[in-house]
């Protein structure tokens, strides 16, 4: 990666390496509500014992990549637990991801679509 020489420069890169991560995000996402389908109950939502080894895989990888693993690890916990909910959201709702898609589809009562 070439050096940015100026802040307006590596502002403009932040943002686009931020697009590419949304686009990752979004895909893991797809996965973690299709997870969610596959789970019985909290406990498996939950899932401490899979946190761990996807945390610890995390920080094995950002070693090699040259990023700092105690970053790889604050962003793998804080990204995990907001799946989480996500999942236990859908759980309690009883949803399929699919149900889900149809759910988030329909307009907000508070904020109708327009036409
Ligand atoms: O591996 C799972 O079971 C997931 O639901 C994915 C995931 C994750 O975001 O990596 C999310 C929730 C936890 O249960 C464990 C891991």
Do not use: N
Request: proline share 7%; no cysteine.
């Amino acid at each position: 990666m070439s050096d940015p020489t100026s802040l307006a420069e590596v502002r403009a890169r932040i943002d686009a390496l931020d697009g590419e991560l949304i686009r990752l995000l979004a895909d893991r996402q797809a996965l973690v509500r299709h997870a969610a389908a596959f789970k019985a109950d909290e406990q498996a939502v939950r899932a401490p014992g899979r946190v761990e080894q996807v945390v610890q895989a995390a920080r094995a990888r950002a070693l090699s990549a040259g990023l700092s693993p105690s970053v790889a690890e604050a962003v793998w916990r804080a990204m995990i637990a907001a799946f989480i909910d996500l999942e236990l959201a859908e759980h309690r709702a009883g949803a399929s991801p699919g149900a889900h898609r149809a759910r988030l589809r329909r307009p907000h009562p508070a904020h109708p679509s327009p036409g």
